[in-house]
């Protein structure tokens, strides 16, 4: 879908210059029409082939669910980070436990760190 959506994106811009060069120019108005439709389906048609040759080479992922899914389904496949596992084998307080709704500030100890992809 994304591809398909970049495809539409790119066409719309070629499109719309090439009308706006072809109107300053004062072409006439069929040949700016057409002009503009054979820009649009050539940009769409290449900026298609181009995404889909990227992700097929995996040198880019642009379904971006996919993506989600598949980290979704190797997060209990992963090691428990060090400062979680501290605080299960200690048996501290979470957020979660101390209730009562009061306010806890932020500190080093219950800040959950995310390691980039």
Known sequence: MFKLCLAL??????AFAI???????DVGLAAVLFRCLAGF???GML?????FVLEAKEWANFDKEHVLNSLA???GSLPPE???????ETGAATEEETGD???TPFSAENL???EPP
Do not use: H, K, N, T
């Not at 900026?47 to 995404?51: D, F, L, M, R, T």
């Open 73 to 75: 389904g190797e997060e």
């Open 9 to 14: 994106a790119f066409g719309l811009v070629a």
């Open 41 to 43: 389906l050539l940009a």
């Open 101 to 103: 709704g009061e306010f």
């Open 82 to 88: 060090e400062g979680q596992a501290e605080e299960e």
């Open 47 to 51: 900026s298609y082939v181009v995404a």
């Open 112 to 114: 959950d760190r995310v």
């Open 19 to 25: 009308g706006l060069a072809g109107l300053l120019a």
